[in-house]
């Protein structure tokens, strides 16, 4: 079955460093991934999509890459700030679907 | 950038009432609407796929008499939970897609908390 598995353990960081949060998907193969911030009660907030043909996305602090050979994308944000704590959410699109990760916390101590 | 707006934010019902929520998308015509529902600490899971002027398309498990969704325009998707029930208490979560400002990437709501009394 199409699985996607995303870092379950919380993300602990210090402020200032790289948080790099990890999104493993198995048995399909995406035409494009997505990646979400998702706040406590809050509905989620498109981050960046990249597609099969792109090895790598930036977005000012924000970096995405994504290896079809390895089935698996990283999330980078760097230079990490308290106000990037949230919940990540890794989704690819499969056909007419989009599946979602259940998502990492990631949490950025001052 | 793309807006979806959801209305109530926040309903609490009692057993045995309907309660309807709206989806509408701002600033672009989505011709492709889907509803999730979350519980606490776990992931979105779709509930239905609606394109405009079509029937929806249900995930397994999920009840289209329960659930009723209408995609009458390219702007506004309502979901409708009959005879509602304390287990159908959740985030209920809205998103759309397409036009212009948004083919390929799904923009959410802000969600709707719905607790059944």
């Known amino acids: 079955s199409q699985k996607i598995e995303q870092n379950s353990e919380a993300l602990n960081i210090q402020e200032g460093k790289t948080a790099t949060l990890t999104c493993n998907y198995t048995?399909?193969?995406?035409?494009?991934l997505q990646w979400y911030r998702q706040d406590p009660g809050r509905g989620p907030v498109f981050l960046l999509l990249?597609?099969?043909?792109?090895k790598e996305k930036r977005k000012e602090r924000l970096k995405v890459t994504f290896d079809t050979t390895l089935k698996q994308s990283l999330f980078h944000i760097t230079a990490s700030q308290p106000a990037d704590s949230a919940t990540y959410l890794c989704?690819?699109?499969?056909?007419?679907?989009?599946?979602f990760g259940a998502g990492t916390r990631l949490f950025v101590k001052a | 950038g793309a807006v979806v707006s959801q209305h109530p934010s926040r309903v609490i019902c009692k057993s045995g009432t309907s309660v309807k929520i709206e989806c509408r998308s701002l600033?672009?015509?989505?011709?492709?609407m889907f509803w999730y529902r979350q519980f606490p600490k776990q992931s979105l899971m779709l509930m239905a796929t609606?394109?405009?002027?079509?029937?929806?398309?249900?995930e397994q498990g999920v009840e289209k008499d329960k659930f009723l969704i209408n995609h009458a325009s390219l702007t506004l998707s309502t979901l409708t939970v009959t005879s509602a029930h304390p287990e159908d208490s959740s985030f209920y979560i809205c998103?759309?897609?397409?036009?212009?400002?948004?083919?390929?990437?799904?923009?959410f709501g802000p969600g709707t908390r719905l607790t059944v009394l």
């Open positions: 998103s759309a897609r397409g036009g212009e400002l948004s083919t390929d990437t799904q923009y």
């Open positions: 048995n399909y193969s995406p035409a494009y």
């Open positions: 990249i597609r099969e043909n792109e």
């Open positions: 989704a690819p699109r499969v056909g007419f679907k989009t599946i």
């Open positions: 600033d672009f015509q989505a011709t492709t």
């Open positions: 609606s394109n405009e002027g079509s029937k929806a398309t249900y």
